[in-house]
């Protein structure tokens, strides 16, 4: 089993920045059969909402709200997934949740199952 620990998450200023990481323990075995990751955001009263995703290989996208403003990355030699946020805006106060896919018998494993981390809370504020 993996263990994934978001960091990184406060109290921010609208136009400020941000970065996220996403750590993750465990078994050489279980962490090498993560595949795909991203982040997911939930505010109060809303839906949790995936807002970057990123391949084993590094291909990202992103939903609208926050391209052009995040970029999402991964070191695999290190287990760690970034989020970097900029330009932030009030609207992005969230929980911001860091997930893996796993491969389980050549079948890829998704939301909501998979590897989840506790969160992080993200505040953009005056």
């Known amino acids: 089993q993996v263990q994934l620990v978001e960091s990184g998450g406060g109290l921010v200023q609208p136009g400020g920045s941000l970065r996220l990481s996403c750590a993750a323990s465990?078994?050489?075995?279980?962490?090498?059969?993560?595949?795909?990751m991203g982040w997911y955001r939930q505010a109060p009263g809303k839906e949790r909402e995936l807002i970057a995703r990123?391949?084993?290989?590094?291909?990202?996208n992103y939903t609208d709200s926050v391209k052009g403003r995040f970029t999402i990355s991964r070191d695999n030699a290190k287990n760690t997934m970034y989020l970097q946020m900029n330009s932030l805006k009030p609207e992005d106060t969230a929980v911001y949740y860091c997930?893996?896919?796993?491969?389980?018998?050549?079948?890829?494993?998704?939301?909501?199952?998979?590897?989840w981390g506790q969160g992080t809370q993200v505040t953009v504020s005056s």
């Open positions: 997930h893996a896919d796993v491969i389980y018998r050549r079948l890829r494993i998704g939301p909501p199952s998979g590897y």
């Open positions: 465990g078994s050489s075995f279980s962490i090498d059969n993560m595949d795909n």
């Open positions: 990123i391949t084993r290989g590094g291909d990202t």
